[in-house]
Every structure is written in C-alpha cells, then in structure tokens.
C-alpha cells in the first residue's frame, strides 16, 4: 500500500490519496493519469491490470486500486 | 458562393428537421431544433444591440452549446467558447484581451462568470434560445455579412504566459470544410464521435460537416476517455463510424488491448493527428479494422484547422514515422530554408502555409501576428502572406511531407498544444519558487517541471491547478538546489531532460 501511495504521491503531490474515495467521480484523475498509473502499477507490482479491470470503480481511492491489485496477485 | 457557414445549416434544416445532428447520448438537438434555437439566440444578442464582436460561450460541453456556437453567428457576432474546466486565472486573462460585452453560460456555469466580477450582459442560453426568431432581423443581418467577418476566435497556448486567440473567418471555415470533407468521404450517413473539446479548431472537423451533410455527432462523454471497454461500448451502441481523434485517444484504446476482445464495429473511417502515432500502436488499429480508411492529418489553428493529409497506403516499420502527406487543394505549403530559400528534396525546412485557409491573426496582438504571419519571402511583387508554422519538416523520397520537430519549445502533449514557457512563467509567480523551466519527454508524453526555491512540491501543485488548464499540468516536478546552466548562463535545458 505504501508503494502505491507513493506511485499516487508523484502523480499529484498536492492529493490526500489516503483518505479521498472521489478520485474519478471529482475529475482528480485524468485519462493520461489512468494511463501512467496502469503502466506503473503493472510494473511496481508484476501485475498486468487487464482492460475489464479499467473501470471507475476501481480508480476512485487508493484502497480500491490496492484491492485491485491484490486480486490480480492471487491469479 | 457561399458566404456563411450557416448556409450549410439552412439548407439541412428543412431538410432533415426531425434528425439528430448533436447529441451526448442523453440530451440530443435535431436540426430543426438546433435552427431554432440558434435563430433565438441570434435575435436576442442582436435586441441587445451587439455586431461584430466577440461573445463569449462559457458552457458545458453539450450539444447546447453548438446552438449558441450559431446563435452566435445569426446575430453577427463572432464566437469564442471558454472550458468550463478552465481555471478563473486563465479565463480572467482571456476576458482581459477581450473585453466581451456578452456572455452566454448555462445554469452550471453562471456562477463562475458571477465570481470573476463580469459586470456585461450575461444570459442563461434557456433564455436567449426561447426567443422568438425574427427573420428580418437576421435577414437583415446577414445580407451585410461578409465572408472575411469572424466566425470564432480560439485561445492557444502563448510563451509569454499569456494565451492567443486565434480568429479565423467564414471564409476559410468553408475552404477548410469542403476540402477536408470531400478528402475523408464524409456523407449524410456520417456518424461522428466527438472527442476533441468545443474551446479549439479540432471540433470544426464534426460540427460543421455535421450541417453541411446532415450528419449526426456524437459528443462522446470525457470520462469514457479514461476507461476503454466503456468507451468502446459507447461506439457500438451509437453506431460511430467516422472519428477524427487525437492519437493518445486511439492508443488509449489499442494500448490497454481492448482491440483484442472487443472492436468498435461500425468505424471505417479514422483520421488522427497532432501528434506521432506510434508504429505499434498503430498496426493493432490496422489489424483490428482492415478495412477502415487511416488519415494523418496535420495543421495548426493558425491556419483553420487541418492543412495537410495522408492517407495510410502501406505499411510502416516500428522506426518510421507516418508522414504529413500533401496539402489539401487550395492550400499551398512552402518549405522554407533557414536564409528563407525553397528547402531541396531530402532538406530540413519550416513549414509555411498560404492560401485562403489562412486565419486572420491574433486577437488584438499586432505585433505577435506580424511575427507570423509575414509577406511570402519569395514574393516581392504583390502582398501574399504565408504563416510560419515554427515546425521544422522535409520531403521524404515518395515526395511525402513529414513532419520532423519543433524550431522552439512547443510542444504537442496529449493532442494538446503548449508552450513550455507559459508553464514556467506561471510556475515562477510563486512566490518561493526562484527559477523554473519545462521539459518534455517525448517518449513518454510527459511533463517534467524543474524549480528552485522553497516551494513544496504539494503547494507549487496546487498553486498551478489554480492557473493553468488540465493539459498543461507537469507530470512530474522536482525541486533543484541549483538549476544547471550552459557555459553563456542560460537554463541548460538538454541537461535537464536527460535526467
């Protein structure tokens, strides 16, 4: 969690990443957001976030992208 | 001949009255409604005695405001559309060179108009729309429009940290749409799906073939653009098939692999541009829709819209890059040497563009616009203007233009164009920041801002939000303890974006 929160950290230093749960439906996060943060988290954690998982769901808090890629580990 | 762009309204409106010509998939406008609402719009601002001036439309993205977009021009104004995303700082600096005596908004945006302390005519676009038409009126109006009258001004990104609006007239607005339309085959059964916003030249390419053909448009929500399958999904449902798109929008697509499960089945035309398509990225479009038409298209605002084609008739290697092609009939393209001579096959030059597609400079910026927009070099015998494009380009062996880099410190950034100095300039009014400077990686399409000074990252962040639009945020930024200089004492810039 704390690897990803740095990942979010660098995106927008200026975002309380640990507490906000709006983060698409306030418009914080862009699509070229979505895109590097993909990118990151596939490399971060040897993952690779398939296209289903591209959903605003799972990109609204932090807890929900962690959740999301605890379930891709365990494939 | 035709003068006006809305003769092309005119003539579809009684033709297809009840058809779709915008929607967003929730709220749509037929071209009956559409005529209506613009003639509505045209009669109120002209009771309110405006003509020949600029009127701002601070809406939302909505098929609403392609109406007042018309309302607009019925009234013999001249429209200039503002993002309601816009941070106040920047649309407070547009407000400032134009000084508008009017203002349409709608219920979301008016508040944010109220607090810039805009004391001119503001209207709801209910209001002015619900207007009863008066046809002498707009007759009236019409019969004494020229096709040299402005039809918009956009505003684009300016080095001294001040934007440009860019006005552009009737004239080159019809130019423009019957050359790029008869190029990429546009029809009545043309559905577009909108992706670029309403505030610059991209959207000409939808909303007016959308009147000419009567067409329909689809202005496809900006949030899909972060999650592919739905985004897909929109495309089917609604049955798109022609989309001229930024090229992160389509990689966006092809680059999380939605093409492998899923493709938008109706699309057989795509044209993209502002930026390199990478090789990659591009050969998955290709194999998912073999039989789709792929057009590169290149041109700046300054020269309305769209100025060259190509249309993708081979194959490409990962290190290529897809060329420019050749300019649309009616627009000539020199190729201009550094001592302003014709570049040879094979040479390095900067693009200049002349004809009738030509806009008319920037808005209350003389100077600025004699900087660009200069006497033709080759020409000393009648005036002839040619518009420096600041792109550096050459010929390749097939006799194809290609684009090759920047003579400056543009940049194209998620199909967006900016100015690094205007991001470092704002960067730098904060108060504890010393000395900035932009960088950009190509390769990855971001942003990196360098700063001195005892700004933390988190407040400089939100310092900029406050002043610059979405696209033209750094990615990344990095606080220096001392900015590296070349030997004559300028921002070593080639040492920063090698870091």
């Not at chain 2, 809406?59 to 104004?77: L, Q």
């Not at chain 2, 508008?100 to 008016?110: F, I, M, N, S």
């Not at chain 2, 002498?136 to 004494?144: E, Q």
């Not at chain 2, 552009?168 to 916003?197: K, M």
Request: with cysteine; aromatic share 10%; glycine share 6%.
């Amino acid at each position: 969690m704390e690897e990803l929160l740095d990942i979010l950290k660098d995106l927008h230093p200026d975002v309380d990443f640990e507490h906000c749960t709006t983060l698409i439906d306030d418009k914080i996060l862009d699509s070229i957001d979505i895109v590097s943060l993909v990118a990151e988290i596939n490399d971060a954690f040897d993952v690779a976030v398939p296209a289903e998982e591209i959903v605003p769901e799972n990109f609204n808090s932090a807890q929900a992208l962690w959740e999301m890629i605890q379930r891709l580990d365990e494939v | 001949m035709q003068r006006n762009v809305l003769e092309y309204l005119e003539a579809t409106a009684p033709r297809l009255p009840d058809k779709v010509a915008f929607s967003n998939g929730t709220d749509s406008l037929t071209f009956g409604q559409l005529s209506r609402s613009a003639r509505g719009i045209g009669t109120w601002l002209a009771g309110q005695g405006l003509s020949h001036e600029p009127v701002v439309v601070f809406m939302e993205k909505h098929p609403h405001s392609i109406a007042a977009f018309f309302g607009v021009v019925y009234s013999g104004c001249f429209y200039v559309p503002i993002d309601e995303e816009m941070p106040a700082y920047r649309v407070e600096l547009i407000f400032q060179t134009l000084k508008p005596r009017a203002v349409l908004c709608d219920e979301k945006t008016r508040s944010q108009v109220e607090a810039m302390g805009y004391d001119g005519i503001l209207c709801n676009y209910e209001a002015a729309a619900a207007t009863e038409p008066d046809d002498g009126v707009l007759a009236a109006i019409r019969a004494a429009q020229l096709d040299t009258d402005p039809l918009y001004i956009v505003f684009t990104s300016g080095s001294t940290g001040v934007p440009k609006g860019v006005v552009a007239c009737h004239r080159s607005v019809i130019d423009y749409i019957e050359q790029l339309s008869a190029t990429l085959g546009f029809s009545e059964e043309t559905v577009f799906g909108n992706q670029t916003p309403l505030y610059f030249d991209a959207c000409l390419k939808e909303l007016y073939p959308t009147l000419k053909f009567g067409a329909t448009t689809y202005l496809i929500p900006k949030s899909l653009f972060m999650f592919p399958i739905k985004l897909v999904d929109y495309l089917n449902e609604h049955k798109i098939n022609t989309v001229c798109w930024v090229v992160s929008a389509l990689t966006m697509i092809s680059g999380f692999r939605v093409l492998e499960k899923q493709v938008p089945e109706y699309l057989h035309t795509i044209a993209f541009g502002s930026e390199v398509f990478p090789i990659r990225q591009f050969q998955l479009w290709r194999k998912a829709l073999p039989n789709a038409k792929f057009t590169n298209l290149y041109g700046p605002t300054e020269a309305t819209g769209m100025s060259c084609f190509y249309h993708v008739d081979r194959d490409f290697e990962a290190d290529e890059v897809i060329p420019i092609g050749q300019p649309f009939p009616n627009t000539g393209i020199l190729l201009l040497t550094e001592d302003n001579k014709l570049a040879a096959p094979g040479e390095l030059g900067e693009i200049c563009i002349k004809g009738t597609c030509l806009t008319m400079g920037y808005y209350r910026m003389p100077e600025k616009t004699a900087e660009c927009f200069v006497q033709n070099p080759l020409n000393d015998a009648y005036p002839e203007l040619i518009y420096r494009t600041g792109d550096l380009g050459r010929y390749n062996e097939r006799g194809e233009l290609v684009f090759v880099s920047r003579k400056d410190f543009q940049i194209k950034h998620m199909g967006h164009r900016i100015e690094l100095q205007e991001i470092e300039v704002v960067a730098a009014m904060h108060p504890e920041v010393a000395q900035a400077c932009a960088t950009y990686d190509k390769e990855k399409d971001k942003i990196h801002l360098y700063y001195t000074g005892g700004a933390e990252s988190g407040e400089l962040s939100a310092f900029l939000k406050e002043k610059l639009p979405r696209y033209m945020l750094p990615n990344r930024m990095e606080r220096l303890e001392r900015m590296p200089l070349t030997p004559n004492g300028k921002v070593d810039r080639k040492a920063l974006a090698a870091k």
